[in-house]
């Protein structure tokens, strides 16, 4: 019992200190741009996580939810005049409701269930981008957000969306409901004889799992300001997250925040000193983890000590 | 009035039938063993118990309560308890797997429940922190028949425990199964292919072919010819 607590008070304060940190970053270090990128892929993959850890569904087209917060947000505004912030929560609900529309998809497993999400978010993208939806989406000529642009309020509002995905991630980590989720993911049909309810469980972490890409997607429109439909539907976004969460190591709070922090500062790095061997080194270093460290970086840790928050 | 009854039960895999018309009941804090050869459809009845499988046809009653088309997970927190051929979750610790043995109850609960249980098996108390996975065969059927345990079941139902375990485990299995069960005072509905476990019942089915072909009290198993025949080797 006490045990558990202070696991839980070790995650707050993890939490709390990285918040800290990306909210004094800003003061002392001037490339504001990077490290709302930094946050932004933090929150991103640890809302990945919340599926693909805690269930073992693997959601290539998690971009798809990313693009949809993005364009709801910014049509709520420029269409209906919503203000900033109820649209990016709303962002975030048209995600949910997309991920209700894609709940099907549950019922495929391993590859197929993340080739069918792939194809979907390429759908979502080709109807959003669909020049006969010009006067609604603006089709494939992009959205422009600067009568509300504001740069230090967006960078904010990332900073509590990763916040909010911090603190779902570890409500996974420490609850019955997240163990409920990992029974599933090691076997659904014992997890039911457990009494667990499998359909409604997973069903919750992938809606949640949306919302918060969706949130991301309605801050990072919010921040950028002027975008297309390819920026926030690049399926380089869904990889991104995917490796940064395997890097780090799937179903715990630091795996994703040390994936995404390395690789993606590796990347700005290597990308902008020696770009010529980025690729390379970028594609070495992800062969090497998968072959000496499959299940992340924390499990480095995890030889050591048998808990890792 | 029965604890579990299960009345003309037809079921199977999509459009294969393999149970035909099967009626068995367990009364309250009995033990009854379902024998029958491989293939003969004892998993099926028992998933289909567990509503795990369609049913075709027929009912299943839960202390008087029609549970034929009821959610697993519901029909898990009426106290019916079942542990398949496998049984555990390899990927997480001893501890969580008890923890999730009983799902549906407050933390409170659970809490005593594991204690209680550790206390039943030492042994599962000095591997808490570990894998599942890397327990010994015998160990992960403790830990199932623990996990099983967690929730304070009525009825228990185990698929196989025997599968894979040497003679001396079997025994020992048998042994644990015997004194829980004079603790606890659950009911045992067990589908085994191993005989050993003939004398631990009250009560036994023998299914071939999907239907009941025998049943009745030892006594009655024992002396009948296609049991001995089946299982002790008698012709006569």
Not at chain 2, 201 to 228: C, F, H
């Amino acid at each position: 019992m006490r045990k558990k607590n202070i696991r839980l008070i070790i995650g707050i304060i993890l939490i709390l200190v990285m918040t800290a940190l990306f909210a004094l970053l800003p003061k002392i270090y001037n490339n504001n741009f990077l490290l709302f990128n930094i946050m932004l892929y933090i929150a991103l993959a640890e809302g990945l996580n919340l599926i693909y850890g805690f269930t073992g569904y693997l959601p290539f087209g998690y971009v798809g939810f990313f693009g949809i917060g993005a364009y709801s947000a910014s049509l709520l505004i420029l269409l209906l005049h919503v203000g900033v912030v109820p649209a990016i929560l709303l962002g975030g609900v048209a995600a949910s409701i997309v991920g209700i529309i894609l709940t099907p998809l549950l019922r495929l497993s391993g590859a197929y269930f993340a080739i069918a999400n792939l194809a979907a978010s390429q759908a979502i993208y080709y109807i959003i981008s669909n020049p006969h939806l010009e006067n609604i989406t603006q089709g494939p000529y992009g959205i422009m957000l600067s009568s509300v642009y504001d740069a230090t309020a967006s960078y904010n509002a990332m900073l509590i969306v990763m916040f909010f995905a911090f603190m779902l991630v570890l409500f996974f980590r420490q609850s019955r409901f997240g163990l409920s989720l990992m029974a599933i993911r090691e076997d659904s049909i014992t997890a039911s004889v457990a009494g667990v309810n499998v359909v409604l469980a997973r069903t919750i972490a992938w809606l949640l799992s949306a919302f918060v890409a969706g949130l991301c997607g309605g801050v990072f429109a919010w921040y950028t300001s002027v975008f297309y439909p390819e920026t926030v539907f690049s399926l380089n976004i869904s990889i991104f997250a995917i490796v940064f969460v395997l890097f780090g190591g799937a179903a715990t709070l630091i795996g994703p925040l040390i994936g995404t922090v390395i690789l993606y500062g590796m990347y700005n790095f290597i990308g902008i000193s020696t770009p010529q061997y980025f690729q390379l080194i970028y594609g070495l270093l992800i062969v090497m983890l998968i072959m000496f460290l499959p299940n992340g970086v924390v499990s480095l840790f995890k030889k050591v000590k048998d808990y890792v928050p | 009035m029965s604890l579990l009854e299960v009345q003309s039960l037809e079921s199977g895999y999509k459009i294969l039938k393999v149970l035909w018309g099967i009626d068995l009941n367990v009364e309250q804090k009995e033990r009854v063993i379902l024998l029958g050869v491989n293939g003969a459809g004892k998993t099926t009845l028992l998933k289909a118990i567990m509503g795990l499988l369609k049913i075709f046809n027929g009912k299943i009653y839960f202390e008087g309560k029609d549970i034929t088309h009821l959610r697993t997970d519901k029909r898990v927190k009426l106290g019916i308890a079942y542990m398949s051929e496998i049984g555990i979750f390899p990927n997480l610790t001893v501890d969580e797997n008890l923890e999730l043995g009983a799902f549906f109850l407050d933390s409170k609960l659970t809490h005593q429940r594991k204690q209680q249980m550790y206390e039943y098996f030492q042994d599962l108390l000095s591997h808490k922190k570990a894998l599942a996975g890397s327990l010994s065969g015998g160990q992960r059927k403790m830990l199932g028949i623990a996990k099983l345990l967690m929730s304070n079941p009525k009825l228990v139902v185990l698929d196989e425990p025997s599968n894979g375990l040497s003679p001396k485990f079997v025994k020992l299995i048998i042994n644990i199964l015997d004194d829980l069960q004079n603790k606890e005072q659950f009911s045992i509905l067990i589908a085994e292919q191993n005989i050993a476990f003939l004398d631990f019942a009250q009560r036994g089915y023998v299914i071939d072919n999907g239907k009941v072909v025998v049943s009745g009290n030892l006594s009655d198993l024992k002396s009948n010819n296609i049991v001995k025949k089946a299982y002790f080797g008698i012709e006569n």
